[in-house]
């Protein structure tokens, strides 16, 4: 028995003969194309609000806070590992 391939000689196959070599590749194509809206469409029924992230005008800080705050950021920075010994010694 000769495997059917299309691809090989297509004039010696009649055109019936061809469409049903591509049938199933047809069909699990469909298949998968139906999957795929049907996932769509139920990922879509999913309305969960998102925060908003803008900028609040109570919540900013001046620009002398924000100064102030990265000074007082800065000098926990330089002396984190001394303040960490101490704190580590002290527990001991």
Not at 43 to 54: E, K, N
Not at 74 to 82: D, F, G, I, V, Y
Request: overall charge positive; hydrophobic content about 35%.
């Amino acid at each position: 028995m000769q495997l059917m391939q299309p691809w090989k000689d297509c004039r010696a196959m009649g055109r019936h003969t061809m469409a049903l070599a591509r049938t199933p590749w047809r069909g699990a194509g469909l298949a998968c194309l139906a999957v795929a809206v049907l996932a769509l469409v139920g990922c879509s029924s999913i309305a969960t609000p998102l925060p908003d992230l803008g900028p609040t005008g109570s919540t900013s800080m001046s620009k002398e806070d924000q100064k102030k705050a990265v000074d007082e950021l800065n000098q926990k920075r330089a002396t984190h590992e001394q303040d960490a010994e101490k704190e580590i010694e002290g527990s001991r």
